[in-house]
C-alpha cells in the first residue's frame, strides 16, 4: 500500500511537448510537494500545496503548472518542455504545512529528446 | 536562505567498519532535521527525524545527533553492512520556511 504514490514512474518525450506528471497520497496529509533532483543529484523545492492552496512556487518557469484538485493530489504539468527540463521530479508530502516529516515518493524520471 | 552542506561526499570503508556522516547548516532557527538513504534510480527513504528540541535519535544501528547552536548534524551507521551502500541526504526544515533544504550527499559504498 504505497503512500505517496507517482505516475508515471519513467516519462521519454521529445522537445516541445506538453506532458503531465500525477502523485497521490493515502497518508491523510495536509501539505504537498513537488522537488526536482537535477543531473548532480542535488533535490531543490519547486512548488507545495497546503489544503490545495499553493504556498511555495520557488522561481519555478511558468512552463510548469501544479494543480491539486484535493488535498490527497498535487499533478504537475509541463509546456513546451525543453532539454534541461530532463530531470527526476519527486512527489512529497507532511502532515502539517510546518512539518514532522516528510514522505517521498519514487520519483518520475522525466528525459526530453 | 539555508545553506545544507554534507562532508565527505563520497565514503569507501570495508565492512564492519562505523561510519560517520557530517551534516552543517547556515541557519540554527530549525524546525526539525531529517536524515534520508537514496539508492540509486530510487526514491528517498527516511531514517530518522530529530525535532529542534531533540539531541538525539536512534533506530537500529544508526544514531543521528543534532547541535542546533553550531549548526550541526551527525549521521553514525554502527558496524556497516554491503546493504548501507547508497547516498544518505541530510536536510533541514527551517522555522520560517516551509520546505525542506537539502544537502547533496554523501555516497558511501561499503565493501565486503
Known amino acids: 500500500d504505497t503512500a505517496v504514490s507517482q505516475t508515471p514512474k519513467y516519462l521519454v518525450t521529445q522537445m516541445g511537448n506538453d506532458k503531465s506528471i500525477k502523485c497521490e497520497q493515502n497518508?491523510?496529509?495536509?501539505?504537498m510537494y513537488w522537488y526536482k533532483q537535477d543531473s548532480k543529484k542535488f533535490l531543490k523545492i519547486m512548488f507545495s500545496?497546503?489544503?490545495?492552496?499553493?504556498?511555495i512556487n520557488e522561481t519555478v518557469p511558468n512552463r510548469f503548472s501544479p494543480k491539486s484538485p484535493d488535498k490527497a493530489h498535487l499533478n504537475l504539468h509541463i509546456n513546451s518542455l525543453e532539454l534541461g527540463d530532463s530531470a527526476v521530479y519527486f512527489c512529497?508530502?507532511?502532515?502539517?504545512?510546518?512539518?514532522?516529516?516528510?514522505?517521498f515518493g519514487s520519483g518520475t524520471r522525466l528525459t526530453v529528446v | 536562505k539555508q545553506e545544507v552542506t554534507q562532508i565527505p561526499a563520497a565514503l569507501s570503508v570495508p565492512e564492519g567498519e562505523n561510519l560517520v556522516l557530517n551534516c552543517s547548516f547556515t541557519?540554527?532557527?530549525?524546525?526539525?532535521l531529517q536524515w534520508f538513504r537514496q539508492d540509486p534510480g530510487k526514491g528517498l527513504t527516511s531514517l530518522l527525524l530529530?525535532?529542534?528540541?531533540?539531541r538525539e535519535q536512534t533506530s537500529g544501528r544508526l544514531n543521528a545527533s543534532l547541535d542546533k547552536s553550531s549548526g550541526r548534524s551527525t549521521l553514525y551507521i554502527a558496524a556497516s553492512q554491503p546493504g548501507d551502500s547508497a547516498t544518505y541526504l541530510c536536510?533541514?526544515?527551517?522555522?520560517?520556511?516551509?520546505?525542506?533544504?537539502f544537502g547533496a550527499g554523501t555516497t558511501v559504498t561499503v565493501r565486503a
Open positions: 512529497a508530502s507532511s502532515p502539517k504545512l510546518q512539518s514532522y516529516g516528510y514522505t
Open positions: 536536510a533541514v526544515d527551517a522555522s520560517n520556511d516551509y520546505k525542506l533544504s
Open positions: 530529530i525535532q529542534s528540541s531533540q
Open positions: 500545496y497546503n489544503n490545495k492552496e499553493l504556498i
Open positions: 497518508l491523510g496529509h495536509d501539505t
Open positions: 541557519d540554527s532557527a530549525i524546525y526539525n
